[in-house]
T-cell receptor
Framework: AQKVTQAQTEISVVEKEDVTLDCVYE???????LFWYKQPPSGELVFLIR??????QNEISGRYSWNFQKSTSSFNFTITASQVVDSAVYFC???????????FGTGTRLLVSP | NAGVTQTPKFRVLKTGQSMTLLCAQD?????MYWYRQDPGMGLRLIHY???????AKGEVPDGYNVSRLKKQNFLLGLESAAPSQTSVYFC????????????????FGPGTRLTVL
């Protein structure tokens, strides 16, 4: 069965601090896909990244980076030099090959104060 | 290009009342989804559709029905609302399914906040 665990319910940091959001997943499949979504205070969900299980290369996009480690079943998300606009709820999600839907974690609320 | 729209944005119902939430997308997507979001529980899939005329159950389908009569619309119905259905409902659409190599992302609507008294 698919499962995504985001153990950090809420994280508070001060602007310019680096912060890492943890995501641990469970799946029996060897082919699967991992995602991160952002939900700002306005409520809409914004897609950030999709990564397949065969690509363990870390990815960097501006201040965002993702660390995928199959050995620990983790797909962690780091924001470097956080900004107030990064304040949001961040969701990690998983889809197994052949499945037509995403399974979401419970989300991590990130509060960045000035 | 409006993307994914949801109607209404807010609604208050009394226990036992019925209502329909409308989701519309103008991106010609095949796949559409209904989720509910509750505090501490993330997003949970209610029903989804892989094309016009098809629907399937998700993780929490009880108490809901759906229809996809037109490709661009996905309706979520509550026949007899209960307080446990108080939630924020999100609709999403995608070109394909998440594990398809052609898949890009699910596009989400702005959400509907439903309160059942």
């Amino acid at each position: 069965a698919q499962k995504v665990t985001q153990a950090q319910t809420e994280i508070s940091v001060v602007e310019k601090e680096d912060v890492t959001l943890d995501c641990v997943y469970e799946t029996r499949d060897t082919t699967y896909y991992l995602f991160w979504y952002k939900q700002p205070p306005s409520g809409e969900l914004v897609f950030l990244i999709r990564r397949n299980s065969f690509d363990e290369q870390n990815e960097i996009s501006g201040r965002y980076s993702w660390n995928f480690q199959k050995s620990t079943s983790s797909f962690n998300f780091t924001i470097t030099a956080s900004q107030v606009v990064d304040s949001a709820v961040y969701f990690c999600a998983l889809s197994e090959a052949g499945f037509q839907k995403l399974v979401f974690g419970t989300g991590t609320r990130l509060l960045v104060s000035p | 290009n409006a993307g994914v729209t949801q109607t209404p944005k807010f609604r208050v119902l009394k226990t036992g009342q019925s209502m329909t939430l409308l989701c519309a997308q103008d991106m010609n997507h095949e796949y559409m989804y209904w989720y509910r979001q509750d505090p501490g529980m993330g997003l949970r899939l209610i029903h989804y559709s892989v094309g016009e005329g098809t629907t399937a159950k998700g993780e929490v389908p009880d108490g809901y029905n759906v229809s996809r009569l037109k490709k661009q619309n996905f309706l979520l119905g509550l026949e007899s609302a209960a307080p446990s259905q108080t939630s924020v409902y999100f609709c999403a659409s995608s070109l394909s399914f998440p594990s398809d190599p052609l898949y890009n992302e699910q596009f989400f609507g702005p959400g509907t906040r439903l309160t059942v008294l």
